[in-house]
């Protein structure tokens, strides 16, 4: 037996608790076999969590922050945890096999806040099936109580515990016809690891009764379940299991083929016999008031301002500068709302499913790509009569000719993700698919589509970690063999990566490393939009960069793969530029966009085709350098503050430069007044 006293702490006096803790656990075990140890919760494996043996227990001693957060250094355990027990990926049981018990330090004083981490704690680890060996105890440090009321609690804790793993140590006692319950546990528990191995159990227990409450539910709140329940609970776990492995048989004997693969890391082949639906009415409703169209049960579709911008004549985005599409002619969609990550940057706020495999009922393709087309036209029809929207460019925005899977999720999650750009190119629409390098299988599978990125968010697996927040564990190899997935492609291919000052700006030489793998067509580098300030994303103004310092930056990195690359196109307004493979350099000029009906025609004829058959040369005022940075002349440009480009606009940009440095700087000292309160 291990047993880990697991702390966090603001200013040291938890480490303290922790250490006493230990010590005394120590004594009461010495002659067993048992070894107790105290460690910091940042230097934690968190994800070995769920993993863990049962007879490896963890104590937690946390303290309480601002609001009745984590301290600083558990900030990021507690964003793990929290999401883990929401994402849609996440089983009810899986956090059966650990053991454990909280111990919460905080202030009354603080109200309802008061030891609010730990108790979240202690509830999300209970309702993903955590086994408490002690109930756990939160104590009042407030000046009304003092020290004693916490040495009290402590004293009472520490014994609790004690006596458990006691306990634990001497057999875990008998079941109710009198066999050992180690005995009866044994095989079930070596059958549940054969199945775990293979199979992700998710919400089928509690749709067969289950709901991770043993007993009859008569103690009041269910909290603290008996070690001689653990049989129990196995066999629920072990029930669902078999429930995986048996719908895996089923549809592998389907005669339509639909085949759907459960095993971890692994996404769906096929629609299968899914029947609940990605968009609960909680989600619909909230997804709506952000401007969703939604389609069906997983699909969405929503007007990008680019689209309306170029409706009015007032300019395209980058993809209009980069590779020509008409911006007022592109569809922004998704086929599927979920996603694999939760990325820092997120502009849709974190409000979309999460998970690492379809587990939903899946519409069909025909049914998404009609219903996406009707709600763009519908919105683009509100544009009818708006001042600059003639006629002509009116009907030309009723014409689709370009798709954008970009909206929001993970689009080449959807089974039919193949049908469904097929449908697009038949109606003459190109693709542009954008995935989160979580999926090298999908991407391996992926018919030729127009142009395919792929976010390259991070340069290191401890930075993509922090950005991304991916829920596979093995993410970063993921995402290294989607690169080499990417390497394989040989049409359009483009690495985005999004700057994010304090998060990933420093990281040059391992992002040119990744290029040198992935050897994408195109790399784009954009600044991190700033999208407000949401309860779930750390990200202020000050990790927003400026137009000058992006540049900046793909100046380096172009200078470290300068053997193959160069900077080819600008578009300052989104903070965007493009390195480009030399190869489209061609006689000097670059031919950075895209033959569209030449694209077209070559899907059409079933021939072998790559980058180089559908190019079209770059305007002038597209190419890096020209003084129009990316705006297309033939538009009207509007400024909406004028200001900034009339007298002194070096003045103007340093004022605004003072303006975010002294947002931060009172950000950071509210931060510091809260934590003295």
Known sequence: MKVTVLFSTQEGTTETIAEKAAGDIAKRLIGTDAAVEVVHIKEFNIDSLPKRSPNDPVLFVLTTYIDG??????????????????????????????????????????????????????????????????????????VSNGPSDLDAALADWTSACIKSLLAMQNGMGYTADGSSTEESAAAVVDEFEVLDEEYVTSDEEAEDGFDGVIGDGSDAGGEVMDLEDLGAFASAGLKAARKAKEEDAAAAAAEDGNLVIRKKG??????????????????????????????????GVKLCRWTKSQMRNNGGCYKHTFYGIESHRCMETTPSLACANKCTFCWRHQTNPVGVEWRWKADLPKDIVEGALEKHRAMIKQMRGVPGVTPERFQEGMDVAHCALSLVGEPIMYPYINEFVDLLHEKSISSFLVTNAQFPELIRTLKPITQLYISVDAGTKESLKKIDRPLFSDFWERYNACLDEIAKKEQRTVFRLTLVKGFNVDELKNYANLVRRGKPDFVEVKGVTFCGYTGNNPLTMANVPFHEEVVDFVKMLAEEISDEYEISCEHAHTCSLL??????????????????PKFHSLVRSGAHFTSMDYLAPTPEWAVFGDNRKGFDPNMTRVYRNKAKYEGDPEGYKEKIRDAKLAAAAAEKAAVAAAAEL
Not at 108 to 128: H, I, K, Q
Not at 269 to 277: F, L, M, Y
Not at 580 to 595: E, L, P, R, V
Request: with cysteine; charged share 25%.
């Open 266 to 299: 692994a996404a769906s082949a096929g629609a299968g016999n899914h029947t609940r639906e990605m968009i609960t009415p909680n989600l619909r409703k909230n997804l709506e008031k952000q401007g969703y169209k939604l389609i069906g049960s997983h699909s």
């Open 69 to 142: 957060g984590p301290a600083d250094d558990a900030a990021w355990f507690g964003s793990w945890l929290e999401d883990a027990r929401f994402d849609f990926r996440v089983s009810k049981d899986s956090l059966s096999k650990l053991r454990f018990s909280v111990l919460g330090v905080g202030d009354s004083a603080y109200g309802e806040n008061w030891c609010l981490f730990p108790r979240n704690v202690d509830t999300y680890v209970s309702e993903m099936a955590g086994v408490h060996i002690a109930k756990s105890v939160f104590a009042d440090v407030g």
């Open 579 to 596: 390195i480009s493979h030399k190869k489209f350099k061609i006689n000097g000029t670059w031919h950075t966009w895209i033959d569209y």
